[in-house]
């Protein structure tokens, strides 16, 4: 319950956007103008028309966005104050005003050009006032912090129940003849579960990482024996760079549940973790046998991990999925971070 | 490994992971104290354990579903065409279409990791108890057979279904042709044409041609109704194309 009244909470301050930011302001007015040309081209249909029009309109319009923006950059702390109700009510009462005395100090200065008639001006305003809004409303939603920490909770890799009982069932045979080597598979399966179900919301060393999937792969060459074979490049890893938890092992996962299980003689998954030009490159290989080429494969990891990238770093990571002939390949690329950055 | 009478019925263990084969290795001698058995053989895909049935006299197969060459799914269809057939028991870790396909069709399964007790009660329900029917498992499976097996003097024969140029049906059988030889398969060129319709296309109403077989169609006035007779690849054998079945001439030129 306490999760869910601090998104609200969180929600509920930032759905006025901040119209100081330069963003905010740029959006406003390209979604403004976007409408008056809109409303141009429909007072007149052909191009010269259209450009007349919209000197005309322009001429309102401009300085109208121009007075609205700084007023409400500088009333923004008094819109807070007040609520996101009463806020709305304010703008657009401010916005009527402005456009009527624009309307009016037009007619004054310019007496000759011709122009719209008060009603219909001050419906545009109304109109383009709440559409900017609402998308104000919209973008805040989907990018508040709260939310955006949820849905990285939400993608969190979930256990794959096919691993799950198979290694189960893997470790119960070796209880009788390696008990031993059963004792140490369940430490291995619980430290991968312990970090499965941890909050996992920032960012790791990628050693960390490593090491996951190495006890995920011990586990799983209980189960297939000489079928599994890896081969780790990490020489160029940079121990200590910051990685999103679960970016690797989900996509090993699938390496083995589709380029290894359906092989009768199993294959390699190739492994290589390095820097180039100053960012973190990841790459992953695996055959793919001719069994899981038809098969639609399970995308949901792979969707997973790319949304979590991009809620990680936005357009600075990267994730490429090809399959040429025989070979599956994964590659990452993010940038490199630090705890001391 | 256990002190059974020649009567105890004889078992094969199916699965593509040596842990699951011995912890059922384990299970099975656990059962032999109650329920003599014998385990005969293991297993690690659906082609070695077909291998396995037509070598040796199998009552009970233990057969895991996922498992790589030849799944449990298209193993169990061709075992069950076997007469008599042994009994089937699939075992699974976790397919949620195939425990769904197995309810539905009534087919018995045991989940991984197996308790002692679900495995005997499994053993004992197969004394007596009729096999699993051909149909059931048709219907349960998700995907067409990659072979069509063909059954002589109680040994399964494998014809990989990409090797297949044509089936027609004949009084009781269908009639299988590759390029080098034909054989005759038990089962309905109705349910055929259901299960391959992708990679085969009806002509008449006593044939399916493989799509990939077509090397193109000829006129043909005299024996086909239509006026068009379709090229096998491979063979020089043309086969007339039915009247109804006439847009197939145009679905390929």
């Known amino acids: ?341 | 490994m256990s002190v059974a009478g020649a009567d105890a019925p004889k078992i094969l263990i199916a699965d593509d992971e040596a842990p699951a084969r011995s912890r059922l290795r384990d299970l099975l001698v656990d059962c032999a104290e109650t329920f003599p058995l014998v385990v005969v053989d293991e297993a690690r895909n659906g082609r070695e354990a077909l291998a396995i049935v037509n070598r040796e006299k199998i009552d009970i197969v233990l057969l895991d579903i996922r498992m790589p060459e030849m799944d449990g799914m298209e193993a169990a269809r061709h075992i069950a065409m076997m007469d008599p057939p042994p009994a089937i028991i699939f075992t699974t870790a976790f397919d949620s279409y195939a425990i769904k396909a197995f309810e539905v069709n009534a087919i018995d399964y045991l989940l991984k990791p197996i308790r002692l007790e679900r495995l005997l009660a499994a053993l004992n329900k197969t004394r007596g108890g009729a096999p699993v029917s051909r149909q059931a498992l048709a219907a349960a499976a998700n995907q067409p057979r990659r072979h069509l097996s063909v059954h002589e003097r109680g040994k399964i024969h494998l014809v990989p279904v990409a090797e297949i140029l044509y089936l027609r049906a004949e009084l009781k059988y269908v009639t299988v042709r590759t390029v080098e030889r034909e054989f005759l398969v038990e089962e309905s060129l109705t349910s055929l044409e259901e299960e391959f319709a992708a990679s085969f296309v009806r002509i008449h109403r006593n044939c399916l041609v493989a799509r990939a077989a077509i090397s193109g169609f000829e006129r043909n006035a005299e024996e086909s109704e239509s006026g068009w007779a379709v090229v096998i690849k491979g063979t020089d054998e043309k086969l007339p194309v039915s009247r109804r079945q006439q847009a197939v001439v145009k679905q390929f030129r």
Request: charged residues 20%; proline residues 6%; glycine residues 4%.
């Open chain 1, 1 to 341: 319950m306490e999760d869910v009244a601090s998104i609200n909470q969180t929600g509920a301050g930032i759905r006025l956007p901040n119209f100081c930011n330069l963003g905010v302001m740029s959006r406003s007015l390209l979604v403004a103008n976007l409408f008056v040309i809109a409303a141009a081209f429909a007072r007149s249909p052909t191009p010269d028309g259209a450009l007349r029009e919209f000197q005309v309109m322009a001429a309102f319009c401009e300085p109208m966005l121009i007075v609205s923006l700084v007023a409400l950059c500088a009333s923004r702390r008094l819109l807070h104050s007040i609520g996101y109700a009463a806020s709305l009510a304010a703008i657009a009462i401010f916005e009527v005003l402005v456009a009527c005395l624009m309307f009016f100090a037009v007619r004054q200065l310019l007496p000759d050009q011709g122009s719209l008639p008060l009603v219909n001006l001050v419906i545009l305003t109304l109109f383009v006032t709440a559409c900017l809004l609402v998308y104000f409303d919209l973008r805040a939603r989907a990018l508040s912090p709260a939310i955006a920490e949820a849905r990285i909770q939400a993608l969190q890799a979930r256990i794959r129940p096919h691993f799950l009982y198979n290694s189960i069932n893997a470790v119960i045979s070796l209880i009788r003849s390696e008990p031993r080597r059963a004792e140490r598979a369940l430490e291995d399966m619980a430290d991968l579960f312990r970090v499965l179900m941890a909050d996992n919301r920032t960012l790791t060393p990628i050693s960390n990482e490593v090491e996951l999937v190495r006890q995920y792969l011990a586990i799983e060459s209980i189960r297939l024996g000489d079928r599994l074979k890896v081969s780790w490049r990490t020489e160029g890893m940079p121990a200590d760079a910051l990685v999103p938890p679960l970016v690797l092992q989900p996509l090993v996962e699938n390496a083995v549940y589709h380029g290894i299980e359906p092989a009768p003689d199993g294959g390699e998954i190739a492994i290589e973790i390095g820097l180039v030009n100053g960012q973190l490159h990841m790459t992953l290989t695996n055959p793919l046998p001719l069994e899981s080429r038809a098969t639609v494969g399970n995308k949901m990891a792979q969707a997973n991990i790319r949304e979590r990238l991009q809620l990680h770093f936005d357009a600075e990571a990267a994730v490429k999925y090809e399959a040429i002939d025989g070979t599956y390949r994964v590659s990452i690329r993010m940038p490199y971070l630090t705890a001391a950055a």
